[in-house]
C-alpha cells in the first residue's frame, strides 16, 4: 500500500508530509484454476475502513482495468481486460538491490503493470525492467486467464520468481489455505469463498473487505463477511463502459443505483490527467512561482510576494515550511493546468514536480500578483519511497 501522503499546512502554506507508518499485517492471496477456469481470491487485511474500487477505462496503450484499496487512490489489487490480475502480501524483510538498470516508473508500479501486460511472462518481464521499491517488504501475487501465475518478490538482494500452472497461494491464512489448497478444490466461487471466510484477519488490521475475479469471464465480485457474506457481483466490462468512476465499498449497492461518481485525482493514472493542454501566455509568472518554491526551500521567503493577510501567517514558519518542503526533494518542473480569473484575484494550478513526489498545487494571486493562498490539491510519492503496508 501507498505510504500515506497528508497534506500539511503550515500557518496556510501547503506541503506534503512524506512519511511512512510500518506494521506487519497481511493480507491473504491465492488462484484456483484447472482447464476451464481461473479464479482470483484475496482478503484485504488493514486498519484503514475507507475502501475503494474503481475503474479506468483503456485507451491507447493501457488495457481497461479495476482497482481496490482506500481513499489514499494506491490499488492494492486488480484485473485487466486481458484477463491478469495481481494482489500484495507484505510483512516480510528481505534484502533487495534493484539492479541499476531498473527504471522508475511514475506512479504505482503495480498500476503501470496491470494496464500494460496480458499475460505473467509479461508482469514477470515488466518487473525485471522496472523498479518496484516494495520487493524489501511485500511480494505480489500475479495470474492471467490461461492459469500461469508468479509470485514475485526478492531474495538475497535480488528479485525472486516462483512460476506455476497450479492452484496456489500465500499470506496472512497461510496454514489453513495450504490444508484447504491440498483438497485440490475445482475453481468456483462455492469452493473458494469459504476459504477466504477461513482464512479472514480479525482485530486490528481486520480483513476490510473480500475479491474474486474470474479471470476469463471478466466476472468481479465483492464479499463482506460483516454482513453476513453479503456478495457484489460485477462485470468489467459493463463497469468499464461507464467510463472512469468509483464506488466506495461499504455503500456499494446504493451507489451501483446512482449515477456513476467520478475518478478522484489520486485515482487517475496521472495526476495531470483530464487537464487539458494551455498555452502559458504569462511565462512570467510561473518563473514567479518557481522562485518564490525555491525560497521557501532555501528558507529565504520575501515579504514583498505575498499579501499582508498571508504573509502574517507564513513568516512565523519558515523553518517548518523549508522542512516540509526539503521532504520532496529537489524542485524539477512546474507545468501549468489551469488557469482561472475572478475579481481582484488569479488563480493558476500547476503540476509540480520534485525529485521525490509530484504534487497539483494551486496558486491564488491578488491584483498585484502577491500569493494569497498556496493550497495542494492532490499528491503522489514517487515510487522509491513507497513502502506497501498491508
Excluded at 475475479?213 to 468499464?240: C, H, M, P, T, W
Excluded at 522542512?323 to 518542473?333: I, N, P, R, S, W
Aim: charged share 20%.
Amino acid at each position: 500500500m501507498k505510504t500515506r501522503l497528508s497534506i500539511v499546512s503550515v500557518c496556510g502554506l501547503c506541503w506534503l508530509l512524506l512519511g511512512a507508518v510500518n506494521y506487519t499485517s497481511a493480507c491473504t492471496i491465492f488462484v484456483l484454476t484447472d482447464a476451464r477456469r481461473t479464479l482470483f481470491f484475496n482478503n484485504e487485511d488493514y486498519s484503514n475502513p475507507a475502501t475503494r474500487m474503481w475503474f479506468l477505462p483503456a485507451e491507447k496503450g493501457y488495457y481497461g482495468c479495476a482497482y481496490v484499496g482506500f481513499d489514499d487512490g494506491w490499488a492494492q489489487g486488480g484485473v485487466n481486460t486481458k484477463g491478469l490480475a495481481f494482489d500484495w502480501v507484505a510483512g516480510f524483510d528481505e534484502e533487495w538491490t534493484p539492479t541499476s538498470a531498473m527504471k522508475r516508473v511514475q506512479g504505482n508500479p503495480s498500476e503501470r503493470m496491470l494496464e500494460t501486460c496480458a499475460t505473467v511472462d509479461e508482469a514477470i518481464a515488466f518487473y525485471q525492467k522496472n523498479l518496484e521499491p516494495s520487493f524489501s517488504n511485500a511480494k505480489i501475487l500475479i495470474a492471467d486467464n490461461t492459469g500461469a501465475s508468479v509470485i514475485i518478490g526478492a531474495t538475497n538482494g535480488k528479485l525472486h520468481v516462483d512460476r506455476s500452472n497450479q492452484s496456489r497461494g500465500f499470506g496472512y491464512g497461510g496454514q489453513t489455505l495450504s490444508k484447504l489448497l491440498s483438497a485440490a478444490p475445482e475453481p468456483t466461487l462455492a469452493n473458494g469463498i469459504p476459504i477466504l471466510q477461513a482464512c479472514l484477519q480479525e482485530g486490528m488490521y481486520a480483513t476490510k473487505y473480500s475479491t474474486v475475479y474470474d479471470l476469463r469471464a471478466g466476472e468481479l465480485s465483492l464479499i463482506s463477511f460483516a454482513n453476513q457474506q453479503d456478495e457484489v457481483k460485477l462485470n468489467l466490462a459493463k463497469e468499464l463502459s461507464k467510463g472512469g468512476h468509483y464506488y466506495k465499498i461499504p455503500e456499494i449497492r446504493q451507489e451501483l443505483a446512482q449515477a456513476p461518481v467520478p475518478l478522484l485525482p489520486l485515482m487517475k493514472r496521472f495526476l495531470w490527467d483530464d487537464y487539458p493542454p494551455i498555452a502559458n501566455s504569462d511565462p512570467a509568472i510561473t518563473k514567479r512561482i518557481r522562485t518564490i518554491l525555491e525560497n521557501v526551500a532555501m528558507g529565504r521567503l520575501q515579504e514583498e510576494d505575498f499579501t499582508p493577510e498571508f504573509w502574517k501567517g507564513i513568516s512565523a514558519a519558515q523553518k517548518d515550511s523549508q522542512a516540509e518542503l526539503a521532504k520532496l526533494g529537489k524542485l524539477l518542473t512546474l507545468t501549468l493546468l489551469e488557469r482561472q480569473q475572478a475579481a481582484h484575484q488569479s488563480s493558476y494550478l500547476y503540476c509540480v514536480d520534485f525529485e521525490n513526489a509530484t504534487v497539483l498545487q494551486r496558486f491564488t494571486l491578488d491584483d498585484q500578483n502577491r500569493v494569497a493562498m498556496i493550497q495542494s490539491e492532490a499528491a503522489e510519492q514517487k515510487n522509491e519511497l513507497k513502502k506497501r503496508e498491508k
